[in-house]
């Protein structure tokens, strides 16, 4: 019952920029945690940035200064602003949200980062 689509990816050169957008709808009801992680090929999913219900974030190491996570909560909206993309960036991004401790996933975007 809960829906999320993310959009924004793309194929950048290393050094560009993306902005990925993930939209949730359904039964949410309030204000939740949000995140996105991402999985590249033959790679175990990671976590890229989370964001609390009051805006707070939290990145990874890897992604600390280069990413920057955000929220729209008027429009339910999740933002990643990826800048100084490097060619292991490249991975399949996925919006998530929790919800009464369940975790819910978009169908994921692709960001693929080369020369």
């Known amino acids: 019952q809960v829906q999320l689509v993310e959009s924004g990816g793309g194929l950048v050169q290393p050094g560009g920029s993306l902005r990925l957008s993930c939209t949730a709808s359904g039964s949410i009801f309030t204000i939740r945690p949000m995140g996105w992680y991402r999985q590249a090929p033959g790679k175990q999913r990671e976590s890229v940035a989370v964001?609390?219900?009051?805006?707070?974030?939290d990145y990874a190491v890897s992604m600390q200064g280069r990413f920057t996570i955000s929220r729209d909560n008027a429009k339910n909206t999740v933002y990643l602003q990826m800048d100084s993309l490097k060619p292991e960036d490249t991975a399949v991004y996925y919006c998530?949200?929790?919800?009464?401790?369940?975790?819910?996933w978009g169908q994921g975007t692709q960001v693929t980062v080369s020369s």
């Open positions: 964001i609390s219900s009051d805006g707070m974030p």
């Open positions: 998530a949200i929790d919800i009464l401790g369940r975790r819910y």
